[in-house]
Nanobody
Framework: QVQLVESGGRLVQAGGSPRLSCAASGRTFSSYAICWFRQAPGKEREFVAT????????YYADSVKGRFTISRDNAKNTVYLQMNSLKPEDTAVYYC?????????????????WGQGTQVTVSS
């Protein structure tokens, strides 16, 4: 069992660079792939970025590629999402999710554990 808690969401101006954190409980955190998703009001949830268990493979949605960076610190049981050059269309609730498939990718359909989400609002 893994519990995930996101933090770092806030109101920022366009162009800002907040960093989101996904803190996990459990001793097996390092064996999970982690994904960031987001959901904007009135829209479906969408994939943002994924990192495999050891950080060896990273995947990004085209909409954030070159602006967002996903990373992890397994010693701290934490995954990060560094967000740069934010745009108003990045406004959403951001969720992290964990998969028991350590090599899960952006195409993995099932994610086993979810956090409660953190709100990011980008003003123009």
């Amino acid at each position: 069992q893994v519990q995930l808690v996101e933090s770092g969401g806030r109101l920022v101006q366009a162009g800002g660079s907040p960093r989101l954190s996904c803190a996990a409980s459990g001793r097996t955190f390092s064996s999970y792939a982690i994904c960031w998703f987001r959901q904007a009001p009135g829209k479906e949830r969408e994939f943002v970025a994924t990192i495999t268990w050891n950080g060896g493979r990273l995947y990004y949605a085209d909409s954030v590629k070159g602006r967002f960076t996903i990373s992890r610190d397994n010693a701290k049981n934490t995954v990060y999402l560094q967000m740069n050059s934010l745009k108003p269309e990045d406004t959403a609730v951001y969720y992290c999710a964990a998969s028991t498939n350590a090599m899960a990718t952006m195409w993995t359909p099932k994610w086993d554990y979810w956090g409660q989400g953190t709100q990011v609002t980008v003003s123009s």
